[in-house]
């Protein structure tokens, strides 16, 4: 099984500021990693697929980056609506498919 | 869009069997796998296993023996059953679509939060 660990835990950033968020896995995925959104009380929400294709409504503030073990999402610009946990999967070869365990971006 | 209706047992005794079902509606249920993914707050996200519209599946192995997933072409729907339920079975249980090349899960239905007590 892929374990995938993300950093920061928590980051504490002000509107307007960029948020850069790591996710690691534990052995190469290629670029299957996909990154979400959750907002407190509501399901994950897909942003990123393939490691840097925005879904389909992402503003393009979000950006994915990375290959092999190593991927960043980055938010250029915080929103107050961008605030929340952010989950990083991986679709690689044989499942289980697996989740990270999430960063979670609040307020500062 | 396609959206995803997902119901179901919320209290559960010990040792029970979970069903939930989950209606896709407004979209093709052919060339996509249907989804479970479970989360609660000692697990973390938790993908379960899949089904696609001819009933092939995928089980994460953790709960390959006491798993079984169904799909019924007629209504666009699919299901889970989960035996023999514990404590550790405890947490918001989702349905959620994954096209057959994509890496991602979109959409996800609404959640329901699913207890189970000794």
């Known amino acids: 099984e892929i374990v995938l660990t993300q950093s920061p835990a928590t980051l504490s950033l002000s509107p307007g500021e960029r948020a850069t968020l790591s996710c690691r896995a534990s052995?190469?995925?290629?670029?299957?990693l996909a990154w979400y959104h959750q907002k407190p009380g509501q399901a994950p929400r897909l942003l990123m697929s393939?490691?840097?294709d925005r879904a389909t409504g992402v503003p393009a503030r979000f950006s994915g980056s990375g290959s092999g073990t190593d991927f960043t999402l980055t938010i250029s610009t915080l929103e107050p609506e961008d605030f929340g946990v952010y989950f990083c999967?991986?679709?690689?070869?044989?499942?289980?498919?697996?989740f990270g365990p999430g960063t979670k971006v609040e307020i500062k | 869009q396609v959206q995803l209706q997902l119901w179901g047992a919320g209290l559960m005794k010990a040792s029970e069997t979970l069903s939930l079902t989950c209606a896709a509606h407004?979209?093709?249920?052919?060339?996509?796998?249907w989804s479970w993914i479970r989360q609660s707050p000692g697990r973390g996200l938790e993908w379960i296993g899949e089904?696609?519209?001819?009933?092939?599946?995928n089980y994460n192995p953790s709960l390959r023996s006491r798993l079984t997933l169904s799909v019924d072409r007629s209504r666009n729907q699919f299901s889970l059953k989960l035996r023999s339920m514990t404590a550790a079975d405890t947490a918001v249980y989702y349905c959620?679509?994954?096209?057959?090349?994509?890496?991602?899960?979109?959409?996800w239905g609404q959640g329901a939060l699913v207890t189970v007590t000794s």
């Open positions: 959620a679509r994954r096209h057959f090349d994509a890496v991602g899960f979109d959409p």
């Open positions: 407004n979209g093709s249920f052919t060339g996509h796998f």
């Open positions: 999967q991986h679709r690689y070869k044989w499942p289980p498919w697996t």
């Open positions: 393939d490691a840097s």
């Open positions: 089904i696609n519209h001819s009933g092939s599946t």
């Open positions: 052995q190469s995925v290629g670029t299957s």
